[in-house]
């Protein structure tokens, strides 16, 4: 029985505090696999505020002389939205990071409680970018 309760080479005592160190390192795993989904998400916000600029330079370098009035009444629209996206993903991004160090030592503390202020944050951000792409396709 005293096989089972200790290491091969004695590093640890109980198989208890083995699976304890298991746990602790598979939230901060799971932690940093979350940052870093957020970070991808960041990276295609800024990615899609490039593709809506490129598309601004291909709308003015194909349409006609009959639709640039109607081009440039929406123009200013097109200027501000691939900013938007620019501002989204780098918000994403520091409020991933404030989250990412506000649940390390969450993890390193073994606190059970969390908030959800970030998490509704981030989710209310999600739905700017959806009401801004409806804007966008509504033009």
Not at 6 to 21: A, L
Not at 56 to 64: A, P, R, T
Not at 88 to 101: D, H, K, M
Request: aromatic letters at 12%; proline letters at 1%.
């Amino acid at each position: 029985m005293t096989d089972l309760h200790q290491k091969h080479g004695g590093e640890w005592e109980h198989i208890d505090s083995y699976r304890t160190y298991l746990v602790w390192k598979n939230a901060h795993i799971t932690n940093e696999r979350k940052f870093l989904a957020w970070v991808r998400v960041s990276i295609a916000l800024v990615t899609l505020g490039f593709i809506v600029q490129r598309f601004d330079i291909f709308l003015n370098s194909m349409v006609g002389t009959n639709f640039k009035g109607r081009l440039d009444e929406v123009h200013h629209v097109y200027e501000q939205i691939p900013l938007v996206f620019f501002i989204l993903g780098a918000v994403i991004i520091a409020v991933a990071t404030v989250e990412f160090f506000v649940d390390r030592r969450r993890i390193n503390k073994s606190a059970k409680n969390t908030s959800i202020v970030l998490d509704v944050l981030i989710i209310c951000l999600l739905v700017f970018i959806v009401i801004v792409i409806g804007a966008f396709i509504a033009f």
